[in-house]
């Protein structure tokens, strides 16, 4: 009964207590946000849907790059209750001690999340099992799909897909990718990325503290669906391309075919080649690094990579440049003086045509002094240096010593000598006309790829442009190319002066070097070209550019086999076989087939 | 049949309502924890939580019944006995009992467990109850207060042997009721004052501190030059308070086990370790911050249906509150706690015996420790600490317990007119 007032102090006390825990919870629950936030970043699971990947067909609407199905089987160890075991192995053609050890992991795993039991179950093995799957709760079929082809052919240009790796996804501004993720690698795939992948989409669900799925969030408001990537269309013809790569077969080099019209191409081979299937699906790691350690280097893209010095096709730009300049008319001849520069062939005094067609080295040597000394100034070099640049202009004009700008990675710019390059090399105002003569026949410091020589060939056979060279000739709904690959790039010679080379290389096929390309109905125009190996003790390589008809050319290609000798064997052969297939659609040469088939060239 | 009437016209009924309500409370929110959207589920279903409270709250009816039936003078005439029997079992536990969660305090027959630790409280209460109103001037007497605080260290020593430091802790709040019966206030106000400074130095830095006292210390002692005395006990006090404050540092590290030094860690900085240590706290803060003024609705508490929360139908229950019903559903809840303890205390203070006083405010101090701490601990106020919100957290022993402790005050008060004042 004393201290009757410490019974209002004992009050007090709780309610001061209660006050302060009301306004702390009203700090906590009213005022501020954040606690909603982190409770919805609790539960919520985003799941990403993952867009079908464009498709690729040829010009004709053959389906090329597609889309398979690809099947695992998942478990959840939780939910698992097998009454016969042995019947489960049986189906999915395990044995039990690889059933035990595969449940083990998925129980380290997670005991109640799902993980992949069996990966990449075959479609038939799918269809059979699909009725057992009632009889064996715990486990389904997840699918999902890999990049399936339906040729074995066009591998290098369609390049494969595979996960991103790390240093892309650094590089991967836009925050569009997650680890894992799959990203075109190489070829048109890699190219054609950013249209080929489509848009992923969202499921948001919900999850409990250990990750198991509750259900949709807020009913799948906030969803979004996938959108598939824009399918394309090739430019490539593929019944050609696999014609083609059969030619090639066991030989190697590169083959090169384009409309010159549109710049479309045709036909893109690179031998070796391999079956694109290889690199997709279950052995894709295997198989990669058997290719990549192939000594024949099967992933080297030659007609993108492949550079050596052009040879004989290149006297047809130093005619039409020669031309250009005035420096020579077609009329204008020269001796076949063989103490200057080597030569071959019954000739003596030709006149362009001729030289073109008997392939004159003395000729062509006189042409390019021509070129490089007009007398712009009294002291030699100097004179060099300013006649240097001036056809250093006029040949990049051509589509070489620079990249083209096809729709494929690492593409090579090839290489035309300037300048600068002797500078540094003989020091400056140190080097004149016979310092460096070999190009004048396509041999010293330049360098081309194979896709530059079809070009070469496309310009000549639009007698004065070129379109882009591209793999791609149209895109999604649009059906349109890119930009870039719909105008016309002129070369610096007008087009009056191609009239002479185009005769000229019409002449090589029914006379001279080019016969094996000659067809009796078609008249096809080509030049030869052997790339000197001596220096390297192996064989030449043999080179050859062609276009048909010569009126509307429907076909340029460029062909080189490497180590097959001389241009008039391998190559012109092959240029033969591949415009009569594509022009006439059959080969009605057959000794020519067997001849190039047989693959003999070294005689 | 007159003597039962006059019971039930005598028994405080505002205060079973308010019983019932919580009961009734907490048992709805026990199914919300327990609840899984894509389960059938009865909340009455027996293999759930919530059916085996609803079990547990029928038999806490039968207790209550009991109680009543008995004669009013049982409970003081054999306090010591109820108490003695509680320290045996305790004991008895210690040597026999089941090791659950690192707490050797539960015994089990068969599938039925009970938490002595549990009934101890009320036990405890009406040994203090009676000791007190048989004994003068207790606070007057050393020896008596040696005695006192025996009855309540006890079982408390012996809870901690248990493991379960957390419900030993709960007999500190018998100060309030030596406060209500004239305990110096000097003595009770240098205990309180220990515990801010204790946790003062958990979050303020030792040096700041120890210059904060030096310096009032210095100013104290400015103001009272002439008083030899007074310079003497500044002095003294000071160095007391300095080697508290140093001696925290050591208590933490050296006498408190990991787990117990993670839930300190815990309190000053939940943001430390959200995924270790500071995980109950933040788990928790997050879904009673996630409710904000309305909540979220019965049954549609994601942090609660997704077993975000450890513990949410025992120690942390008070989050499923803040969750599905928001701020307001806090306050209710709040706000009927202390209505039920300020009932307590006016039960308590018209009772003429003192031992039945003594006893009211026993469970009010219990009550209130209970309710304040469990609370404080699921909004970051206190450090976690295994103790159950009464009437509300799942559990037959504490439910019994609790019915049992408040019970017995009904009964008391419902015969206050026929106690003898002493």
């Given at each position: 009964?004393?201290?009757?007032?410490?019974?209002?102090?004992?009050?007090?006390?709780?309610?001061?207590?209660?006050?302060?825990?009301?306004?702390?919870?009203?700090?906590?629950?009213?005022?501020?946000?954040?606690?909603?936030?982190?409770?919805?970043?609790?539960?919520?699971?985003?799941?990403?849907?993952?867009?079908?990947?464009?498709?690729?067909?040829?010009?004709?609407?053959?389906?090329?790059?597609?889309?398979?199905?690809?099947?695992?089987?998942?478990?959840?160890?939780?939910?698992?209750?097998?009454?016969?075991?042995?019947?489960?192995?049986?189906?999915?053609?395990?044995?039990?001690?690889?059933?035990?050890?595969?449940?083990?992991?998925?129980?380290?795993?997670?005991?109640?999340?799902?993980?992949?039991?069996?990966?990449?179950?075959?479609?038939?093995?799918?269809?059979?099992?699909?009725?057992?799957?009632?009889?064996?709760?715990?486990?389904?079929?997840?699918?999902?799909?890999?990049?399936?082809?339906?040729?074995?052919?066009?591998?290098?240009?369609?390049?494969?897909?595979?996960?991103?790796?790390?240093?892309?996804?650094?590089?991967?501004?836009?925050?569009?990718?997650?680890?894992?993720?799959?990203?075109?690698?190489?070829?048109?795939?890699?190219?054609?990325?950013?249209?080929?992948?489509?848009k992923r989409g969202v499921k948001y669900k919900m999850v409990n503290v250990r990750g198991v799925e509750k259900g949709s969030y807020k009913d799948g408001a906030y969803d979004t669906l996938s959108v598939a990537g824009e399918n394309l269309v090739s430019t490539v013809d593929i019944t050609l391309q696999e014609y083609a790569e059969t030619l090639m077969t066991g030989k190697r080099g590169s083959i090169v075919a384009i409309e010159p019209k549109t710049g479309e191409i045709l036909t893109f081979v690179s031998a070796p080649f391999y079956d694109p299937n290889l690199l997709t699906g279950r052995d894709y790691g295997k198989n990669y690094s058997q290719l990549a350690a192939d000594t024949t280097k099967p992933l080297f893209n030659r007609p993108l990579m492949g550079a050596f010095p052009p040879g004989s096709i290149f006297k047809i730009v130093q005619a039409l440049i020669g031309l250009e300049e005035g420096i020579i008319t077609p009329q204008s001849r020269f001796h076949c003086d063989r103490g200057i520069i080597d030569c071959h062939g019954p000739h003596t005094y030709q006149d362009l045509r001729g030289a073109i067609e008997v392939s004159c080295n003395p000729y062509f040597w006189n042409v390019y002094r021509r070129l490089l000394n007009q007398g712009a100034s009294e002291n030699t070099f100097v004179d060099t240096e300013i006649g240097l640049e001036k056809w250093r202009k006029y040949v990049m004009s051509f589509g070489l010593g620079h990249p083209l700008g096809i729709d494929l990675p690492h593409e090579r710019a090839g290489y035309v000598p300037g300048p600068s390059l002797y500078d540094k090399i003989y020091g400056d105002n140190r080097w004149k006309f016979s310092t460096i003569y070999s190009n004048a026949i396509g041999r010293g410091e330049l360098q081309i790829v194979p896709l530059q020589m079809a070009n070469l060939a496309a310009i000549i056979a639009n007698r004065g442009y070129y379109i882009t060279p591209h793999m791609i000739k149209s895109i999604g709904e649009d059906g349109q190319p890119l930009a870039q690959y719909q105008e016309k790039n002129y070369t610096d010679v007008s087009p009056e002066h191609f009239e002479v080379a185009v005769e000229a290389m019409s002449d090589v096929i029914k006379r001279g070097t080019g016969m094996r390309a000659n067809l009796p109905d078609i008249e096809v125009c080509g030049k030869t070209g052997t790339v000197d190996n001596e220096d390297r003790g192996e064989e030449d390589h043999s080179v050859f550019i062609a276009f048909a008809p010569k009126d509307d050319p429907k076909i340029a290609v460029a062909v080189y086999v490497e180590n097959a000798g001389q241009g008039a064997r391998a190559a012109a052969g092959i240029s033969g076989l591949m415009i009569e297939r594509y022009l006439k659609g059959c080969t009605e040469r057959a000794h020519m087939e067997e001849y190039i088939l047989n693959g003999d060239f070294i005689y | 049949m007159r003597e039962s009437n006059q019971l039930v016209n005598r028994l405080d009924w505002g205060t079973i309502i308010l019983y019932f309500l919580l009961v009734s409370l907490g048992w709805l929110n026990i199914f919300a924890v327990v609840y899984d959207i894509q389960a059938d589920q009865s909340i009455f279903d027996l293999s759930l939580r919530s059916g085996k409270q609803l079990v547990w709250i029928v038999a806490a009816g039968l207790l209550i019944a009991t109680i009543m039936l008995v004669d009013f003078r049982f409970y003081s005439s054999f306090a010591y006995f109820f108490y003695g029997g509680i320290i045996l079992i305790l004991i008895f536990v210690l040597l026999f009992g089941r090791e659950i969660a690192g707490s050797k305090s539960w015994f089990a027959i068969g599938s039925f467990r009970m938490q002595p630790s549990e009934f101890a409280k009320f036990a405890t209460a009406l040994a203090v109850a009676k000791y007190l109103s048989t004994n003068n001037r207790v606070f007057y007497n050393l020896k008596s207060q040696l005695t006192l605080f025996a009855i309540i260290g006890l079982p408390a020593v012996l809870i901690i042997l248990q493991g379960d430091t957390g419900t030993a802790m709960v007999y500190a709040a018998f100060v309030l009721v030596f406060y209500r019966e004239g305990f110096s206030p000097l003595l009770l106000g240098i205990g309180i004052a220990a515990?801010?400074?204790?946790?003062?130095?958990?979050?303020?830095?030792?040096?700041?501190?120890?210059?904060?006292?030096?310096?009032?210390?210095?100013?104290?002692?400015?103001?009272?030059?002439?008083?030899?005395?007074?310079?003497?006990?500044?002095?003294?006090?000071?160095?007391?308070?300095?080697?508290?404050?140093?001696?925290?540092?050591?208590?933490?590290?050296?006498?408190?086990?990991?787990?117990?030094?993670?839930?300190?860690?815990?309190?000053?900085?939940?943001?430390?370790?959200?995924?270790?240590?500071?995980?109950?706290?933040?788990?928790?803060?997050?879904?009673?911050?996630?409710?904000?003024?309305?909540?979220?609705?019965?049954?549609?508490?994601?942090?609660?249906?997704?077993?975000?929360?450890?513990?949410?139908?025992?120690?942390?229950?008070?989050?499923t509150i803040g969750e599905e019903h928001g701020w307001l559903g806090s306050s209710v809840l709040i706000v009927l706690f202390v209505w039920l303890l300020y009932r307590v205390t006016i039960i308590a203070e018209r009772q003429k015996s003192s031992f039945a006083r003594i006893y009211g405010y026993s469970v009010a101090a219990i009550l209130f420790f209970h309710f304040a701490v469990n609370i404080g601990m699921t909004i970051g106020l206190f450090p976690v600490i295994g103790i159950p919100l009464p009437f509300f957290s799942y559990g037959g022993s504490s439910l019994w317990a609790f019915t049992i402790l408040l019970f017995i005050l009904l009964k008391l008060d419902a015969h206050r007119l026929q106690m003898l004042t002493r």
């Open positions: 009964m004393i201290h009757n007032n410490r019974k209002f102090v004992i009050r007090l006390t709780f309610i001061l207590i209660a006050a302060i825990y009301l306004i702390k919870l009203f700090a906590i629950q009213v005022m501020n946000e954040d606690y909603q936030a982190k409770a919805n970043s609790n539960i919520i699971d985003r799941e990403i849907r993952y867009p079908f990947r464009g498709l690729i067909y040829d010009r004709n609407g053959k389906l090329v790059v597609y889309n398979a199905p690809v099947y695992n089987l998942e478990v959840i160890p939780k939910d698992v209750q097998l009454k016969d075991t042995l019947a489960f192995c049986n189906v999915f053609g395990i044995t039990l001690e690889e059933f035990d050890e595969k449940i083990a992991k998925a129980k380290q795993y997670s005991y109640v999340k799902p993980s992949i039991f069996i990966k990449q179950i075959s479609n038939t093995t799918f269809a059979t099992v699909q009725d057992y799957l009632v009889d064996f709760p715990g486990f389904r079929i997840q699918a999902r799909t890999n990049r399936a082809y339906s040729y074995r052919n066009l591998a290098n240009a369609l390049g494969y897909i595979g996960e991103i790796s790390p240093y892309q996804m650094e590089r991967d501004s836009a925050n569009f990718y997650r680890q894992g993720d799959y990203i075109g690698i190489l070829g048109v795939e890699s190219k054609y990325e950013d249209q080929l992948r489509g | 515990v801010i400074l204790f946790v003062l130095t958990l979050f303020i830095n030792q040096v700041y501190l120890i210059i904060a006292v030096v310096v009032t210390a210095f100013l104290l002692i400015g103001l009272n030059t002439k008083k030899t005395k007074r310079i003497v006990t500044i002095a003294v006090t000071s160095f007391a308070v300095i080697s508290l404050i140093v001696s925290v540092d050591f208590l933490v590290t050296d006498v408190l086990k990991p787990h117990q030094q993670n839930r300190i860690k815990a309190l000053i900085n939940p943001d430390g370790d959200p995924l270790g240590y500071g995980w109950n706290v933040t788990q928790s803060k997050i879904a009673i911050g996630s409710g904000g003024m309305w909540g979220k609705g019965f049954l549609q508490g994601t942090q609660t249906k997704f077993d975000f929360v450890p513990e949410q139908s025992t120690d942390f229950i008070f989050c």
